[in-house]
């Protein structure tokens, strides 16, 4: 595929859940995107739709001066930008000038380390963790929690326009940005959470689920995880659009901001713990509407057999 416009070739690392629609909205928003993932499959899947592909973060440094980060983790982001064992990443091939849009759920403080690091090499960083699953991903409708210099928005206008419906400038430098999506993290761990221990209670009282699911999505009890994500617990489809293994990262990371802010947070916490009991029983992979999983085993009633339907 040739560059449709004169803007700068966008560099994309990580064709996942995320990542992948994502890279998708930005191909149909008629950027020059090249998607980058260590998972053949992934890149197979994305040329399919389109795109160009490398299998190495390294290559996107000769077309790319716009680099998007869907990675898991800080981790990853850390070994896309710096190499393993500091063999040398992409941070130092990119060109002087260039910009990092950092989209994985990170603790606030690595991405203010991560900025001071980049801004030493002449580069730019965009905090813009993301929000609004797979499908608002690949919608192009994302919410960002965007935080930077103007110098970074102005180059990373035109993707995030692409991405995203909602985009927040929360801050004139790193660290607000993944401040605000940790808060999300919160509420969204503990209502996954509370979604599963409250489907588990009206199983358990013989209550039919697809009634109870009914029932909350028009009552006062309902929240957005709860009408997202018990759909795949009545379809017996936990193909992880999100997995239980991101909650265990991201609650951990509220854990350990909690404790640096001494900041006790009970609810998050057993929220945490269900989370990795999930992951240590297993389900690490799976939907993260699987911690349900945990409660079926402790308790006695039975989740509904998978179907044909995929989840959405
Ligand atoms: N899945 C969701 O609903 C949401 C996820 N997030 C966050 O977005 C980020 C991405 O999450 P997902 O897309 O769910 O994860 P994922 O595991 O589906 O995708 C991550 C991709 O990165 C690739 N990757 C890892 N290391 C790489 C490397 N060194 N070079 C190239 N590719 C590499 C993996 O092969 C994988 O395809 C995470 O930080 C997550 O917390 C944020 C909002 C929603
Ligand atoms: O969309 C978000 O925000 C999320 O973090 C969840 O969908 C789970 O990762």
């Given at each position: 595929m040739t560059a449709a416009t004169t803007s700068p070739v966008i560099g994309l690392v990580g064709l996942g859940a995320m990542g992948m629609g994502s890279a998708r909205?930005?191909?149909?928003?008629?950027?020059?995107?090249?998607?980058?993932?260590?998972?053949?499959?992934?890149?197979?899947?994305?040329?399919?739709?389109?795109?160009?592909?490398?299998?190495?973060?390294?290559?996107l440094a000769a077309e790319c001066q716009v680099v998007v980060l869907v990675v898991v983790n800080a981790d990853q982001v850390e070994q896309v930008l710096f190499g393993a064992q500091g063999e040398g990443g992409l941070a130092e091939r990119l060109a002087p000038g260039s910009l990092v849009?950092?989209?994985?759920?990170?603790?606030?403080?690595?991405?203010?380390?991560?900025?001071?690091?980049?801004?030493?090499?002449?580069?730019?960083?965009?905090?813009?963790?993301?929000s609004g699953g797979a499908v608002k991903a690949r919608s192009g409708e994302l919410s960002v929690m965007s935080s930077g210099s103007d110098a970074?928005?102005?180059r990373a206008e035109r993707v995030l326009a692409a991405m995203a419906a909602n985009v927040y400038r929360l801050g004139a430098g790193a660290g607000p940005g993944s401040s605000v999506k940790l808060?999300?993290?919160?509420?969204?761990?503990?209502?996954?959470?509370?979604?599963?221990?409250?489907?588990?209670?009206?199983?358990?009282?013989?209550?039919?689920?697809?009634?109870l699911y009914d029932v909350i999505t028009h009552s006062a009890g309902n929240s957005w995880m709860f009408e997202n994500r018990v759909p795949h617990i009545l379809k017996g489809d936990y193909t992880p659009l999100s997995a239980v293994d991101i909650f265990v990262k991201d609650l951990n990371i509220v854990h350990s901001t909690g404790r640096e802010l001494k900041l006790a947070m009970p609810?998050?916490?057993?929220?945490?713990?269900?989370?990795?009991?999930?992951?240590?029983?297993?389900?690490?992979r799976e939907d993260d509407s699987a911690v349900i999983k945990v409660?079926?085993?402790?308790?006695?009633?039975?989740?509904?057999?998978a179907n044909d339907e995929g989840a959405q």
């Open positions: 909205a930005m191909l149909e928003a008629g950027l020059d995107v090249i998607g980058c993932d260590i998972s053949p499959v992934a890149c197979q899947a994305f040329e399919a739709a389109g795109g160009r592909t490398v299998s190495s973060p390294l290559e849009i950092q989209c994985a759920t990170v603790a606030p403080s690595f991405a203010r380390e991560l900025e001071t690091r980049l801004n030493g090499m002449q580069l730019e960083l965009l905090d813009a963790p993301i970074a928005y102005a808060v999300n993290q919160h509420l969204a761990g503990v209502h996954i959470a509370a979604a599963a221990e409250a489907m588990a209670l009206g199983m358990s009282m013989g209550i039919d689920p697809d009634t609810v998050a916490g057993s929220a945490l713990q269900q989370f990795t009991a999930a992951s240590g029983a297993g389900f690490g409660y079926q085993r402790l308790g006695s009633f039975s989740l509904p057999a």
